[in-house]
């Protein structure tokens, strides 16, 4: 969909800020390129931008952007611009044919109001508005804000002076080409060129309709909006995994004072900048504690630790996230952290090792034992987090001990003890030991937690698999976007449901039948059975045009020469099923093809394998690309393994279930299973 943005106004009111509005810089991203970012978020990637004010220097940026970006942006002049915003809109009115997004240039939102509006469907000559219906919205100028008054979703009323009111104008639409002629209706009859105006001429025959805003909106249109803006976006910065101090301490001196301080000082700095200036400030603060001062050395690693934050934090702020400079980050981290702990170390065996402290003998190598533990400790946690990703494909997501949120508390530890050097050299080698004895610990809970992990969930390890179950769709037949284009065309056709809310409950609902799907969304509803036939007459028409996945063949063939028999079950009919296999050349691969048939769906199908071929539950393992196909291998107490194609590896892991991201994997992990499986023999032996 085609977004049009308006951004030819002078925004006198933020003149001290920049010469032209749409340039205003907010943290580091002018206003024009945080709109247009945050609409790519919602899914759009073509945009017509209406320039007016500084024409060409607002254009000759959004050029630029555009190549940056890789989009596309066609700049419209509209050289009446102190005229009222319907005049700039009315600008576009040759390059809008079909519907369009409607957006303002100093208007900062949550990318899901843009989601929401395109899943709206808009009958010929409507226009939509998203309109806020909080009326104490802090982020609202209650005397500069349009208002709205609205009924049954039918806008009935709009504008700035008007009493009786239920909503905000948020600015955002959704418009069909009515909006240009409503605009040349307003004009002829009431002489008035606002798109308030066009609404209102809409609002007439009905044509004006609203949607309720999800997220947050605020129009940037003066100084005091400025500043709400700046603090919404900083206050957006703090992370779900944050740790403690980084949530309740070093978020409030970063986002309040240190990442706005560094954007000012200068404007063009980059994540992987301050990245290095946090290392930087770790290596000083070590030496500060190598020659001895402790409490200089101190502060210095809690401002590091600080500044550790301020690189996500501008990152974000300037969409310069990336997985490189996540990894910079990291190694950054690792290094300043071991420098910092020998730092402490060679400053605690300088100060207590070979004396006398409280009575008590301090050895050296007491000393140098704890702080290489301490070091050793530090680094194995960031190593334990990236083995289990890799090894076992599993983020550790314990609360306490094992959830690996704890550098900022560490720091925060060394930075307390360095004080306490104020009363007694101890308290940094107390600092040490702590951290000596917490990163050890977890280290051991985590292994624990793998292994436990490891045998719970590889069935393939603990049992001799004589027989693999594959689920068809979207497992063995490459079917399921041709599936899931036809199940959203039909119910977004058929019932009250946007298409976006459509493709979520039909993946859910994957691995039954269309027919119990249906039902299941759309209980006891009239028009499901004229839905399941037309779905299933045309499934059959086009299914067969959908080829197997490229792997397998060879996937396969590999279990036929490892002896493991193999079968094909599914809630597609018996018949296509057959046909499917003889027309790609599978049918001779597997041992069994079973279909849907009345009173014979996925349960039954495995029960009959079970049975017919003599095979216990921990014998067989099924392959399935939804979580439904889990409920049957559950109820039949058959070890299941996630194929994540419609399904994220999280949702599988989220049930603490195997799962990998494509057959070769799977034969990688039956290959390994088998070496462990053979050495666990011996042993037995």
């Keep these: 969909m085609k977004c049009l943005i308006i951004a030819a106004g002078q ?47 607002v254009g000759s940026f959004l050029k630029q952007l555009a190549k940056r970006l890789n989009i596309a942006v066609t700049i419209i002049q509209n050289e009446n611009w102190e005229k009222e915003n319907g005049v700039s809109v009315l600008k576009a009115k040759d390059a809008m044919i079909k519907p369009f997004l409607l957006l303002m240039a100093d208007h900062l939102f949550d990318p899901a109001i843009i989601r929401s509006l395109q899943e709206q469907t808009l009958n010929e000559g409507e226009v939509l508005l998203a309109v806020d219906t909080d009326k104490n919205n802090p982020l609202v100028d209650i005397e500069d804000v349009t208002k709205v008054c609205i009924k049954n979703g039918h806008i009935l009323n709009i504008g700035k002076a008007i009493d009786d009111f239920n909503g905000f104008d948020t600015g955002f639409f959704l418009c069909t080409p009515a909006i240009f002629e409503a605009l040349e209706r307003a004009c002829k009859i009431h002489n008035d060129t606002t798109l308030s105006a066009a609404i209102r001429v809409l609002a007439e025959d009905k044509h004006a309709k609203s949607v309720q805003t999800k997220g947050f909106w605020i129009d940037v249109d003066d100084k005091k909006a400025f500043r709400k803006a700046e603090k919404l976006l900083c206050d957006k910065l703090i992370k779900p ?4 101090i980084s949530r309740y301490i070093n978020r409030k001196f970063s986002i309040r004072i240190f990442t706005p301080l560094l954007l000012k000082i200068y404007r063009g700095i980059t994540p992987n900048q301050v990245s290095i200036l946090s290392f930087v400030v770790g290596l000083i603060s070590s030496l500060y504690f190598f020659l001895g001062y402790a409490i200089t050395g101190a502060l210095l690693i809690q401002l590091s630790s600080i500044l550790d934050g301020c690189d996500g934090e501008i990152a974000r702020l300037k969409y310069m996230q990336s997985s ?34 409280f009575g008590i003998y301090c050895s050296p190598l007491f000393v140098i034992s704890i702080s290489v533990l301490a070091i050793l400790g530090n680094m194995m946690v960031s190593y334990s987090t990236a083995k289990s990703v890799v090894n076992f494909g599993y983020r550790y997501r314990r609360k306490w001990i094992a959830a690996g949120k704890g550098r900022d508390l560490r720091l925060f530890l060394l930075f307390i003890g360095g004080i306490l050097t104020y009363f007694h050299p101890i308290f940094a080698f107390l600092a040490l030991f702590i951290i000596a004895i917490q990163t050890n610990t977890i280290v051991v809970w985590r292994t624990f937690l793998s292994w ?20 068809f769709d979207g497992t063995i037949a490459n079917t399921m976007p041709f599936l899931t284009e036809l199940a959203v065309k039909l119910m977004t056709e058929t019932y009250d449901i946007s298409k976006n809310e459509a493709e979520k409950r039909y993946l859910e609902t994957t691995g039954i039948t269309f027919a119990n799907q249906i039902e299941l969304i759309f209980p006891n509803h009239p028009n499901n059975h004229e839905v399941v036939t037309t779905f299933e007459s045309r499934k059959l028409e086009g299914v067969f045009a959908h080829p197997i996945f490229s792997e397998v063949m060879h996937t396969l063939k590999y279990f036929k020469n490892k002896g493991i028999k193999t079968f094909i079950c599914s809630s597609t009919k018996q ?9 790609n050349k599978i049918d001779d691969l597997v041992d069994g093809l079973f279909g849907y048939k009345s009173d014979f769906g996925k349960g039954e199908q495995i029960d009959f394998v079970l049975q017919h071929y003599k095979l216990q539950p921990d014998e067989v393992v099924f392959i399935g ?18 194929l994540s194609r419609i399904f994220e590896k999280i949702e599988f892991q989220k049930k603490g279930l195997l799962n990998v991201s494509c057959l070769a994997e799977l034969i990688k992990l039956f290959d390994q299973s088998e070496k462990y499986f053979n050495s666990f023999e011996k042993v037995k032996l």
């Design 452 to 471: 436990n992990c490891f045998l719970n969930n590889d069935s393939l390890l603990r049992n001799k698999v004589k027989a693999v179950i594959f689920d």
């Design 241 to 244: 995994v944050d740790g403690l």
């Design 625 to 642: 690309d939804s979580l439904k196909d889990y409920d049957f291998a559950k109820d039949k107490k058959v070890d299941f393994i996630g």
């Design 11 to 57: 925004g006198t009111r933020l003149r001290t800020k920049s010469g032209v509005k749409p340039l205003v810089r907010l943290l580091g991203v002018p206003l024009i390129e945080r709109v247009i970012r945050t609409a790519m978020q919602g899914g759009v990637c073509e945009f017509y931008v209406v320039t007016g004010y500084q024409g060409e220097k």
């Design 324 to 357: 490189l400079g996540d990894f910079v980050d990291a190694i950054l981290d690792r290094y300043a952290d071991g420098f910092i702990l020998l730092g402490i170390s060679c400053y605690s065996l300088t100060e207590i090792g070979n004396k006398e402290i």
């Design 575 to 583: 018949e296509i099923i057959a046909k499917y296999a003889r027309l």
